[in-house]
């Protein structure tokens, strides 16, 4: 939209969340609040989207990461007025509209500010704010209006007497001033009040006194505008999006058994004809690709699964990729970029770190490969363990395509075993395996005839 700019606050600690972390970066279905009211600013497209910081200042614009925003500094949090005052340097002398966010409304639509911004220029008065009606105002901002039915002021819960708080016409935070006239209010903002804060919603008051016109947008859908100040509000929120997010996928062909107890965070992508069994936990940025199944209790972070995947129970997968036609767990362990190829099996209690499988492979029980480069249609057998570590660095272990790893053998790297080897049950192979070699690394068995009679016979001595 032309000459629009959006604010967002994001510089209060967030003392009801009782955090060592500022509220704004607090996860909402694995994507920080902030980045949420961000998304639905940017959907707007407006000249420019400010972002106000103090709390933890350096943190909540490192996780901005590249996205485009003027950051300006709150140095000390004296209230949401005051938030906006920081930005005087990057609002002087501009003309046109700023429509003010709070940082914790996660649920914020774009169409919402569109709303807003498109009523406000049509009515031309010198703010317009969004006003909703809770079945329960409690901890919100009252709208005072007066007989004639125009918005008077704005009352804070804690400033307002019992009459006042019977109001359910509640101020939701989303507002769209002019920018010429703002800055003038501003400077006649105080902090007298419960809070000995700069209040925004004081602007209201002032603007009217200088007979400015400030017009009201009632909103019917309050959870859309719900703040968020502690963590049971913040678990609603995240449970109302998660619900959305599950209607979302299942009216693209995705398979759900229980949608209220399947975990999809916000940016994680689930193909077609996927199912995902209860409890299952997908974060990041995760994608599951066509047909792929999902069992319960897994947790798949940051990966790349299928298509035609089967993630069978118990399965915690990280940083890694799942080729097509896999089959992982139960109870496997996949970690920091292990890349399993097409057709693999993966069985019960295998770990892997920073492993790569070739298509065919085999690893179906028991087994750890950390930091080994396995070719394709390997097979390693149960209790099969690569010997990465030495004490004090990580040494890679090679395994050439078609070889075959018995059971209960230890790799010690940094080793290579050639393609089409044959390594025998038990072995511990501290040295290179060419290929097409079979090698033994064990102590060689020796039977002894008729000893357990002879034993019993001296009384155990001899
Ligand atoms: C505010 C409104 C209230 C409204 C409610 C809607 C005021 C005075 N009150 O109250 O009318 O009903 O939101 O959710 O505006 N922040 C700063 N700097 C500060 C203080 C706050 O950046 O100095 C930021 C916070 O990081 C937060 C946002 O402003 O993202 C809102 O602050 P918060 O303390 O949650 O305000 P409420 O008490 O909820
Ligand atoms: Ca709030």
């Given at each position: 939209m032309k000459d629009l700019s959006i604010l967002i606050m994001a510089a209060g600690k967030g003392t009801r969340m009782v955090s060592d972390h500022a509220k704004v970066l607090h996860p909402v279905c694995g994507v920080p609040m902030l980045h949420l009211v961000y998304r639905a600013a940017a959907a707007v497209e407006p000249n420019e989207i400010i972002i106000v910081i103090g709390q933890d200042a350096?943190?909540?614009?490192?996780?901005m990461e590249d996205r485009p925003a003027r950051f300006v500094l709150q140095e000390r949090q004296l209230g949401t007025g005051h938030a906006v005052m920081a930005a005087r340097p990057a609002l002087e002398g501009r003309s046109g509209d700023l429509v003010v966010l709070y940082g914790d409304t996660p649920r914020l639509k774009g169409a919402t500010l569109r709303k807003l911004a498109g009523r406000h220029r049509e009515s031309g008065a010198a703010t317009t704010l969004l006003t909703t009606r809770p079945e329960n105002p409690f901890g919100y901002g009252r709208i005072l209006r007066d007989a004639d039915g125009s918005v008077a002021r704005i009352v804070e819960e804690r400033d307002a007497t019992p009459d006042q708080r019977s109001i359910r016409e509640i101020n939701p935070g989303c507002y769209c001033f002019r920018i010429d006239s703002l800055l003038t209010a501003l400077d006649r903002?105080?902090?007298?009040?419960?809070?000995?804060?700069?209040?925004?919603?004081?602007?209201?008051?002032?603007?009217?006194?200088?007979?400015?016109?400030?017009?009201?947008?009632?909103?019917e859908d309050f959870d859309e505008l719900l703040g968020i100040n502690t963590r049971a509000e913040l678990a609603e929120a995240a449970r109302a999006l998660r619900l959305q997010k599950n209607l979302e996928l299942m009216a693209?062909?995705?398979?759900?058994?229980d949608p209220e107890r399947t975990y999809v965070d916000l940016d994680v992508a689930v193909d077609k004809d996927v199912t995902l069994h209860p409890m299952v936990t997908l974060q990041g940025r995760t994608s599951i690709g066509e047909g792929s199944t999902v069992r319960s209790g897994c947790r798949i972070a940051d990966s790349q699964v299928g298509p035609g995947v089967e993630v069978c129970d118990c399965c915690v997968i990280a940083g890694s990729i799942i080729g097509?036609?896999?089959?992982?767990?139960?109870?496997?362990?996949?970690?920091?970029?292990?890349?399993?190829?097409?057709?693999?099996?993966?069985?019960n209690f295998v770990e892997l770190k920073k492993a790569v499988l070739g298509?065919?492979?085999?690893?179906a029980h028991h087994a750890y490969l950390g930091d080994a480069e396995v070719g394709r249609n390997v097979n390693i057998g149960a209790g099969v363990i690569t010997c990465n570590y030495d004490g004090f660095r990580k040494h890679a272990t090679i395994i050439g395509d078609g070889a075959f790893i018995g059971t209960d053998s230890q790799l010690?790297?940094?080793?290579?075993?050639?393609?089409?080897?044959?390594?025998?049950?038990?072995?511990?192979?501290?040295?290179?395996?060419?290929?097409?070699?079979l090698a033994i690394a064990r102590g060689r068995q020796v039977n002894k005839p008729g000893w357990v009679a002879r034993r019993k016979e001296t009384g155990g001595g001899g």
């Open positions: 350096d943190l909540v614009r490192a996780s903002l105080s902090d007298h009040n419960s809070q000995g804060e700069y209040y925004l919603t004081d602007v209201i008051a002032i603007q009217r006194d200088a007979g400015l016109r400030v017009e009201a947008l009632p909103h693209a062909g995705v398979t759900m058994i097509s036609g896999s089959t992982v767990g139960p109870f496997a362990r996949l970690r920091d970029g292990s890349r399993v190829g097409s057709r693999c099996r993966v069985g298509d065919g492979s085999k690893a010690v790297a940094p080793v290579r075993i050639g393609e089409g080897a044959y390594v025998a049950a038990g072995s511990c192979i501290t040295q290179d395996v060419p290929p097409g070699a």
